[in-house]
């Protein structure tokens, strides 16, 4: 198994480009998370999935969009980005059980001029 | 407002010795914890956890400590070997459903010398 894997590794945008990250997990769970990493932040939620087709809010999710059509997969959008979207962005999946354990893709660190 | 913070941004440890990172929170109505290991380049990935309904909870040479009246956490890794190297997240939530979103602490930066 491959686990949860991110596509690009490392990219490099200019203000007011957009692009999609990917995020892939081959482990049949219904949940999936995107997160945001920053100095002295800590992770912070942008948005989270509960299933195909269903996507929600998480603590930052302005300026981001996000798509579950299959349930492999979820996709952050960046329409327009800014500066301040300059991070290393972490995909999480997770599926319910008895310990609450998310399992977290390598990461794809952004960097926007 | 930061929930969950973890106020040693680094900690330096001789190998073999113990090391202890600590955790703090503010909502009192988190009741689940959980410590991940972050290397360089990499995702974060599950250590241990515990549930507000025990104060301990062993895996190994790790061990985590709740003490809910001072909303404190902590975790003990003995030996500490060079591998455990890394940064460490605590993380904490309301429920332990796929719903219930993580709130991440800060990190701190576990150097283990040889």
């Known amino acids: 198994n491959a686990g949860v894997t991110q596509t690009p590794k490392f990219r490099v945008l200019k203000t007011g480009q957009s692009m999609t990250l990917l995020c892939a997990q081959d482990?049949?769970?219904?949940?999936m998370y995107w997160y945001r990493q920053d100095p002295g932040m800590g992770l912070r939620l942008i948005h989270y999935?509960?299933?195909?087709?269903?996507?929600a809010k998480g603590e930052v999710p302005d300026g981001y969009n996000v798509s579950r059509l299959k349930k492999q997969n979820f996709l952050l959008g960046l329409e327009s980005a800014a500066p301040s979207q300059t991070s290393v962005y972490f995909c999480?999946?997770?599926?319910?059980?008895?310990?609450?354990?998310?399992?977290f893709g390598p990461g794809t660190r952004l960097t926007v001029t | 407002d930061q929930q969950v913070k973890q106020n040693s941004p680094s900690l330096s440890v001789q190998e073999g010795r113990i090391s202890i990172l600590n955790c703090d929170y503010t909502?009192?109505?988190?009741?689940?914890f959980l410590w991940y290991k972050k290397y360089p380049a990499e995702g974060p990935t599950f250590l241990i956890s515990i549930s507000s309904i025990k104060d301990k909870n062993e895996d190994g040479r790790f061990t985590v400590f709740l003490n809910k009246s001072a909303k404190h956490l902590s975790l003990h890794i003995v030996p500490s070997q060079p591998g455990d190297s890394a940064v460490y997240f605590c993380?904490?939530?309301?429920?332990?459903?796929?719903?219930?979103?993580?709130?991440f602490g800060t990190g701190t930066r576990l150097t283990v010398i040889p």
């Open positions: 999480a999946s997770f599926r319910q059980g008895r310990s609450y354990e998310q399992y």
């Open positions: 999935s509960v299933g195909e087709g269903t996507t």
């Open positions: 909502n009192s109505m988190f009741d689940y």
């Open positions: 482990m049949n769970h219904e949940y």
């Open positions: 993380a904490a939530s309301r429920g332990r459903t796929g719903a219930n979103n993580l709130f």
